[in-house]
């Protein structure tokens, strides 16, 4: 093991990567040369612990805890997983889909897929699937057994000469300081009691049995998952043979042609959770253990709907999409009998393009065109706000980044909104620029800072549509915005 700066200089690098800072990482960061020489000789002597932990509440996609490590312990996770993953990889099956390199849902999906057409033979025979999950995973994970199985992959890695045996006592009591942490007896809560009690009492930590039970909401305990969920990955493939099998953390699916394999599969599958992890399968919504289903029907899984040779997205995931729609509908959209005000401030931008890249970078993984028709007839306001193309991401209209000149951006905002009337800020005048065809709405653009290439930077701040014209006049096909 590297035990000079280096490594956690990177993890440090690894840790706030893509992540908004907190005000725990921006006391790190104050002194971060000191933070991370203090972590390096916590872990060379053996005396790094979990610090406290901030339990919030998520409702997407559903309810639960998450227990959010302190900077400093994430800093250490992206130290220590890195070189447990280059020891667990080479035993992990391929078609173990979560929390990998070069793996994720999309390909999960993907995969799935490929195996729906080679079990049917391309529809030339009927098949089934099985899709099974464990019930209240994290919560249920036994941390002997996840600890034994963590040491049973040093030990044989440091008889192999792997690793040095330096390394080899420096990942084991990291290991035991992580497995043994109990983040629900040294936590801080946030949010209302009311909150809280929206987490049904056997999937909150606290209630877990005397053993069990990780954190959801850091990379260790995702690592972990799948070192646990190892175990059953070898048994279906090696004791069960089964040759249409894939993983995605705790949910997992089988294909076969015939559903009397499957349902053999499924009660010994049943007697190796309960006996091996102690861990049991969930239920469906009916209360029943989940039956073999065929494939004509579909399988509902990582959020769409999968078919031998089509998707669509799931529409659970539609029905949030419209519920954040809405809610951001009812924050930035004022209407009054002169017309309707769209009101882009900062905030409004940030959360909108944050919500249209992630919901229609899901969307464009299946097929979603009509999707996006339907919604674009109940919110034609995102016409004035995106650019939608068939299989891309949706582009924003409001400001570019491109722009070398004044002149540049005039164009730009007119090539965006066609047939409106804008009012372009430069300096302390506000300039007006009338289209050739009647306006069909004003476009207001003020200054909001500066471009690398030194000219002001201009977005759109304000949209106004008259009520004579607010009956959809950005609608294709009516000369409006494509």
């Given at each position: 093991m590297d035990t000079t700066l280096k490594p956690f200089y990177v993890a440090w690098q690894k840790a706030k990567r893509?992540?908004?800072?907190?005000?725990?990482?921006?006391?790190?960061?104050?002194?971060?040369?000191?933070?991370?020489f203090d972590i390096r000789e916590q872990v060379i002597n053996h005396r790094w612990q979990p610090r406290r932990t901030v339990c919030f509440i998520t409702t997407q996609p559903k309810t639960r805890e998450i227990h959010a490590p302190d900077f400093a312990d994430r800093v250490v996770h992206h130290y220590l997983v890195p070189q447990l993953q280059a020891l667990f990889e080479p035993i992990f099956i391929h078609d173990s889909f979560a929390n990998r390199n070069g793996k994720g849902s999309h390909q999960a999906v993907s995969r799935l897929q490929q195996?729906?057409?080679?079990?049917?033979?391309?529809?030339?025979?009927?098949?089934c699937y099985l899709q099974l999950d464990i019930h209240n995973f994290f919560n249920s994970l036994d941390r002997r057994v996840l600890y034994q199985q963590l040491c049973h992959r040093l030990d044989k890695d440091l008889a192999k000469h792997?690793?040095?045996?330096?390394?080899?006592?420096?990942?084991?009591?990291?290991?035991?300081?992580?497995?043994?942490?109990?983040?629900?007896?040294?936590?801080?809560?946030?949010?209302?009691?009311?909150?809280?009690?929206?987490?049904?009492?056997?999937?909150?930590?606290?209630?877990a049995r005397p053993g069990c039970g990780i954190a959801v909401g850091n990379l260790s305990s995702q690592f972990f998952a799948n070192?646990?969920?190892n175990a059953v990955d070898q048994w279906v493939k090696h004791t069960l043979k089964a040759k249409y099998y894939l993983r995605y953390v705790d949910?997992?699916?089988?294909?076969?042609?015939?559903?009397?394999?499957?349902?053999?599969?499924?009660?010994?599958?049943?007697?190796?959770?309960?006996?091996?992890l102690g861990l049991r399968l969930k239920n469906n919504a009916q209360g029943q253990i989940p039956q073999p289903q065929p494939l004509g029907n579909g399988c509902d899984f990582l959020g769409y709907v999968i078919f031998p040779h089509h998707r669509v997205v799931r529409r659970r995931v539609i029905a949030h999409c419209r519920e954040k729609l809405r809610k951001w509908q009812l924050c930035a959209i004022r209407t009054?009998?002169?017309?309707?005000?769209?009101?882009?401030?900062?905030?409004?931008k940030q959360v909108i393009q944050g919500l249209i890249a992630s919901y229609w970078g899901h969307f464009r993984h299946a097929c979603h065109w009509r999707l996006t028709v339907k919604m674009l007839k109940e919110f034609c306001w995102l016409r004035l706000l995106f650019h939608f193309k068939v299989g891309e991401t949706p582009i924003k209209r409001w400001s570019w980044k491109a722009a070398r000149y004044f002149n540049e951006q005039v164009q730009f905002f007119q090539q965006q909104y066609p047939g409106c009337q804008l009012l372009i800020q430069k300096g302390f005048e506000q300039l007006?620029?009338?289209?050739?065809?009647?306006?069909?709405?004003?476009?207001?653009?003020?200054?909001?800072?500066?471009?690398?290439?030194?000219?002001?930077?201009?977005e759109v701040t304000e949209i106004f549509i008259p009520s004579l014209l607010m009956s959809n006049p950005f609608a294709p096909g009516q000369g409006g915005l494509s």
């Open positions: 893509h992540k908004k800072p907190s005000m725990n990482q921006l006391a790190f960061e104050a002194d971060w040369l000191e933070g991370l195996f729906m057409r080679q079990v049917t033979h391309s529809h030339a025979k009927p098949a792997k690793i040095t045996r330096r390394t080899y006592f420096d990942l084991k009591c990291l290991c035991h300081a992580l497995v043994n942490q109990k983040p629900a007896e040294n936590t801080i809560y946030r949010g209302t009691v009311l909150e809280h009690a929206l987490v049904p009492p056997h999937k909150q930590l606290n209630n070192v646990y969920m949910d997992f699916v089988l294909l076969h042609e015939n559903p009397a394999q499957l349902l053999a599969w499924r009660q010994q599958l049943e007697v190796f959770l309960h006996q091996q009054t009998a002169q017309g309707l005000t769209l009101r882009l401030n900062a905030a409004n007006s620029f009338m289209p050739k065809e009647p306006v069909k709405a004003v476009v207001t653009i003020q200054e909001t800072g500066f471009l690398r290439s030194g000219i002001k930077r201009r």
